[in-house]
């Protein structure tokens, strides 16, 4: 019973959040302009999963997921939404914030039922994430372009010693695509 409403807690916080989010930038053209840097997740993609061995990535676990992004608003959010076949299916709210020039986005899964906070901008070239809400010190995810059919988001976190050494890594493959 505590679980549920927990649940209801952060469902209503997620449709104030996201609505204030919405609220924030004029849905214009300008406003949206960096949005072509994660134009990669829009189309529907199946993912594999990868776990860093500290010598190279795993082969991937036999289950894909599979993670869907789209525009929305007048093109000024990307949705996107995730289905993993071993639980945890998810929606995220990507929008773009001119005045910081950074993405405030909103997660929420069946993991959890929580709310997270993130932020992404591009540092030293690389597209990079990193949580608000709740607090995870020291966690990051980078995101790359494999090739025109194929992106992957890699984990990182801090240990005890302050390296950040990656630790999952995300493959996904365009439905439909070939090079």
Not at 66 to 75: C, F, P, T, Y
Not at 142 to 154: P, T
Request: aromatic content about 12%.
């Amino acid at each position: 019973m505590r679980r549920m409403g927990m649940r209801r807690i952060d469902l209503a916080r997620l449709t104030f959040i996201c609505s204030a989010l919405l609220l924030m930038a004029p849905l214009s053209q300008a406003s949206v302009a960096p949005a072509a840097q994660f134009d990669f997740l829009i189309g529907e993609h199946d993912v594999t999963l990868h776990a860093w061995t500290g010598d190279g990535w795993t082969p991937a676990r036999p289950q894909n997921a599979r993670w869907n992004g789209r525009r929305g608003l007048e093109d000024g959010i990307i949705y996107d939404e995730w289905f993993d076949p071993q639980g945890g299916n998810g929606v995220n709210v990507r929008m773009y914030d001119p005045d910081e020039k950074i993405w405030k986005m909103m997660w929420i899964s069946t993991a959890a039922y929580q709310v997270q906070d993130l932020r992404a901008q591009m540092k030293d070239g690389v597209l990079t994430m990193w949580q608000i809400y709740p607090d995870r010190v020291g966690w990051r995810a980078e995101f790359e372009i494999l090739n025109a059919c194929q992106w992957a988001r890699v984990d990182f976190q801090e240990d005890e010693a302050g390296e950040a050494p990656p630790r999952y890594r995300l493959v996904a493959t365009r439905r439909g695509c070939s090079e």
